[in-house]
T-cell receptor
Framework: GAGVSQTPSNKVTEKGKYVELRCDPISGHTALYWYRQSLGQGPEFLIYFQGTGAADDSGLPNDRFFAVRPEGSVSTLKIQRTERGDSAVYLC???????????FGSGTRLTVV | GENVEQHPSTLSVQEGDSAVIKCTYSDSASNYFPWYKQELGKGPQLIIDIRSNVGEKKDQRIAVTLNKTAKHFSLHITETQPEDSAVYFCAASSRIGNEKLTFGTGTRLTIIP
């Protein structure tokens, strides 16, 4: 596609529930990133995929967070047993490795109530 | 790990004047420094970037300077226009291929017509 697409744009869930956030990267981009942005802060790195594999997952806060990219294109960020502190905008980005900066999607705003 | 500090947190500039935003970083191995512009409800958009082998880079009204010795870099916007109003983030990465960015906390720039 023309840009990075993230769905849903907004998600409200109850504490303790499971959520999945989807990212469609730019066609042909092999690198895919997930970041989390809290209100008034810069994005914080969560995980980086190169192809199908997670090359760096050091930013995932705990084992409730997991991400997959089974075919090297679409990625899903999964959050189990959501907590109110998980509320944030989750940003996905993609790039051609080594080509320069990322292209970000518009994000999914997750609200845990 | 890398730590990026950004200031000021807010900046108001008369239309037509220049704006300067400054960032410092802690990891001397960092070699890639992008700047992103974020408008309300959207993901960050790359506006300019610089690598550690270059001291300055310009793109029309936007320029970035890098001082590796002092570990700081700056964004300069000249002839500011109302559409320049947004939140600006600096970032740094020490990886080849810029896989993992550490962002500053952002500067809210307001252009006064």
């Amino acid at each position: 596609g023309a840009g990075v697409s993230q769905t849903p744009s907004n998600k409200v869930t109850e504490k303790g529930k499971y959520v999945e956030l989807r990212c469609d990267p730019i066609s042909g981009h092999t690198a895919l990133y997930w970041y989390r942005q809290s209100l008034g802060q810069g994005p914080e790195f969560l995980i980086y995929f190169q192809g199908t594999g997670a090359a760096d997952d050091s930013g995932l806060p705990n084992d409730r967070f997991f991400a997959v990219r089974p075919e090297g294109s679409v990625s899903t960020l999964k959050i189990q047993r959501t907590e109110r502190g998980d509320s944030a905008v989750y940003l996905c980005a993609s790039s051609l490795t080594g080509s320069g900066g990322y292209t970000f999607g518009s994000g999914t705003r997750l609200t845990v109530v | 790990g890398e730590n990026v500090e950004q200031h000021p947190s807010t900046l108001s500039v008369q239309e037509g004047d220049s704006a300067v935003i400054k960032c410092t970083y802690s990891d001397s191995a960092s070699n890639y420094f992008p700047w992103y512009k974020q408008e309300l409800g959207k993901g960050p958009q790359l506006i300019i970037d610089i690598r550690s082998n270059v001291g300055e880079k310009k793109d029309q009204r936007i320029a970035v300077t890098l001082n590796k010795t002092a570990k700081h870099f700056s964004l300069h916007i000249t002839e500011t226009q109302p559409e320049d109003s947004a939140v600006y983030f600096c970032a740094a990465s020490s990886r080849i291929g810029n896989e993992k960015l550490t962002f500053g906390t952002g500067t809210r720039l307001t252009i006064i017509p």
